[in-house]
């Protein structure tokens, strides 16, 4: 999965804090990397999402048009650990421009 991918599930990841249901929507989550959320890029994201089991269709098919879709288990693994390798990177650059 491509870092588009990647930050989108980080974003999606962030919009289920504190929430007791995992649904995100995948407009915000586009708009955060830049991308158009009604673009064929982020279409093809979302498919990517949906083909690696890291987001599910919203049991409403209405709902799922407007862009709501459910995070499951292993996409929020996967952006916990996408957050953890960005983290180490970050760390690894600071660590490496103070010496």
Known sequence: MGDDGLAMLRHMRKQILGNPAPYVEVRAAAISVGLD??????????????????????????????????????????????????????AQLTDEREQ
């Open 37 to 90: 959320p009604g673009g064929s890029e982020c279409r093809a994201l979302v498919d990517e999402l949906l083909r690696a089991g890291h987001l599910q269709r919203y049991p409403s098919s209405s709902l799922t048009a407007h862009g709501l879709y459910r995070l499951t288990d292993s996409g929020i693994v996967a952006a916990d650990e996408a957050a953890l390798l960005e983290a180490r990177r970050r």
